[in-house]
């Protein structure tokens, strides 16, 4: 990797991210990398036995590790409780963001009325509707549409391509990636004679602080009242939230999940890669999915649950499928055993 925009000493990483320096700590550090890429200048991180291999043969100039493995370290370390999240806040130290020029660009269009704070950067090809409030320090990337009754907190940041629809209040330090939608129409419709009409979508999305939206992702407004997401949720790539559905602060999910409208997820759980969940239900605090499974009934304890079926040879999947094809019959075989064993077991005994 390139080397970063500053260059710190590892006693002043220390300084600023915590942890007990092992080792010559005047050594600097330019940049970050992983542990077999890692060159001299940068620093690493070991987070966990699996890669301890190669902790002996890393050039990085120092590694960010926990306490058991720091008599192992060939160089100055950093000895941590989380070295996967210190590495994290020391390469955000690095690489600070490169934040545009406060002010708004020609060539955007802002309608007369909207309020927009004097430090907010407001980019080339962005559309801002007039009841629109934008905070300090807020920064709306290059082709950002911001629709009417849109809210944007301090410190926000739209990348570019982004869509706020209609209705969106958005926190603070918000990061929203390229080409995600919220605060679209939900798939609200009723069925008469033979024909769909659609049900207007009145309410809207409420997104509370620290969270981040990945690219391509689409969060519908609520029908009524609003599409709720909490504070600190991460959302991957390519996720669909339909509309009135909560999720609660600190949840995680991955790229590919599709969520039914008016389902309340809670608080700290992860749901992996491409699972679905149906509309109208619970999922309590604490609960972690895995990835492809399909939840169709509500959860109300912690803990880990899947459906999906796990890849397997070809043969062997043909050969699961032929089982669970003739599970049907075998209950029928076993239903069929337990009535012959049960009058068995209570006819008559000739002696």
């Keep these: ?76 370390a950093l000895v941590v409780a989380h070295p996967y999240l210190i590495f994290a806040r020391t390469a955000a130290i690095l690489y600070p963001d490169a934040l545009p020029t406060a002010g708004v660009h020609a060539m955007a269009v802002v309608e007369r009325g909207a309020r927009i704070h004097p430090s907010a950067a407001i980019a080339p090809l962005v559309y801002v509707a007039a009841d629109v409030e934008i905070g300090a320090g807020a920064v709306i990337g290059p082709g950002c549409i911001v629709g ?3 809210r944007v907190g301090a410190a926000t940041r739209l990348i570019a391509n982004v869509t706020f629809s209609k209705n969106v209040t958005v926190g603070q330090r918000c ?111 604490d609960v972690h999915i895995t990835g492809l499974a399909m939840v169709t009934k509500s959860i109300r304890e912690a803990g880990v649950y899947s459906s999906g079926m796990p890849a397997q040879s070809n043969d062997e999947w043909h050969k699961s499928i032929i089982r669970i094809r003739q599970l049907e019959k075998l209950m029928e075989r076993v239903k069929r055993l337990e009535q012959q064993l049960n009058f068995s077991e209570k006819g008559p005994h000739l002696g």
């Design 1 to 76: 990797m390139e080397a970063s925009a500053i260059s710190l000493t590892l006693n002043e990483i220390c300084h600023r991210v915590g942890g007990e320096v092992r080792g010559n700590g005047d050594v600097a550090i330019r940049g970050v990398a992983n542990l077999t890429e890692a060159d001299v200048g940068d620093i690493t991180f070991l987070n966990g036995a699996k890669y301890k291999k190669y902790l002996p043969h890393t050039r990085a100039t120092a590694v960010i590790l926990a306490a058991d493995m720091a008599a192992d370290s060939p160089v100055p």
């Design 148 to 150: 009417e009754g849109c």
């Design 175 to 285: 990061i929203i990636h390229p080409g995600a939608v919220v605060g679209s129409d939900g798939f609200g419709n009723v069925m008469e004679g033979g024909v769909w009409h659609k049900v207007p979508q009145l309410g809207g999305v409420q997104i509370g602080d620290d969270v981040e939206i990945g690219a391509n992702t689409s969060i519908d407004r609520g029908a009524l009242g609003n599409t709720v997401i909490g504070d600190g949720v991460k959302l991957d790539n390519l996720i669909h939230i339909a509309h009135n559905v909560h999720i609660g602060a600190h949840t995680a999910i991955a790229a590919h999940v599709a969520i039914a409208g008016s389902t309340h997820i809670g608080e700290r759980c992860t749901i992996g890669g491409a699972a679905g969940i149906a509309g109208h239900i619970e999922i309590t605090n």
